[in-house]
T-cell receptor
């Protein structure tokens, strides 16, 4: 079983739409949670950390449900520049600070 | 930009050859992690170095090895290359083991023919 599972998409949405991504993680000992963004043929870049209380950064809102082992990302008022792959990531601190990545969800925002 | 650099940017090798990839961490960062990202997949953890010592390893065979130098730069060595080693190799630096945030370099794209 994979450590992190997410819907690979693709999601094709019009500009201005609201889109939600979800992922689940298998290890209840996971300690830290993130969403990374990866543009085509580029490195992953940290979009935001995810906390149980939920957190918001402009048009982006992330939620964590530890009981369900579920992480979400909501993007409001989608922009063309939001087109990218969004990677759900969890960290297990078992000696190494090892990041486990989902396969990513591809988002294309259409004019 | 993250301040993490990797070289080379692209590399083509043949099966059975050996390759060395290099990573310079962000200034002040003493921890470097290496990841392999195959096409269409998320990155997979190879190993992590903290203050020149290996500090954890993922599910990769021993032909994947590494080093970290006193200036905290790092190398990833892969021996006896296989076709399935074709991937984007990413290094990420972080400030110690207590911090969660890892900053990725641009990656080295390795093609094995």
């Amino acid at each position: 079983r994979k450590e992190v599972e997410q819907d690979p998409g693709p999601f094709n949405v019009p500009e201005g739409a609201t889109v939600a991504f979800n992922c689940t993680y298998s290890n209840s000992a996971s300690q830290s949670f993130f969403w990374y963004r990866q543009d085509c043929r580029k490195e992953p870049k940290l979009l935001m950390s995810v906390y149980s209380s939920g957190n918001e950064d402009g048009r982006f809102t992330a939620q964590l449900n530890r009981a369900s082992q579920y992480i979400s990302l909501l993007i409001r008022d989608s922009k063309l520049s939001d087109s990218a792959t969004y990677l759900c990531v969890v960290m297990l601190k078992t000696g190494a600070n090892n990041l486990f990545f989902g396969t990513g969800t591809r988002l294309t925002v259409i004019p | 930009e993250t301040g993490v650099t990797q070289s080379p940017t692209h590399l083509i090798k043949t099966r059975g050859q050996q390759v060395t990839l290099r990573c310079s961490s962000q200034s002040g960062h003493n921890t470097v992690s290496w990841y392999q990202q195959a096409l269409g997949q998320g990155p997979q953890f190879i190993f992590q170095y903290y203050r020149e010592e290996e500090n954890g390893r993922g599910n990769f065979p021993p032909r994947f090895s590494g080093l970290q130098f006193p200036n905290y730069s790092s190398e990833l060595n892969v021996n006896a290359l296989e076709l399935d080693d074709s991937a984007l190799y990413l290094c990420a630096s972080s400030l110690g083991l207590a911090t969660d945030t890892q900053y990725f370099g641009p990656g080295t794209r390795l093609t094995v023919l």
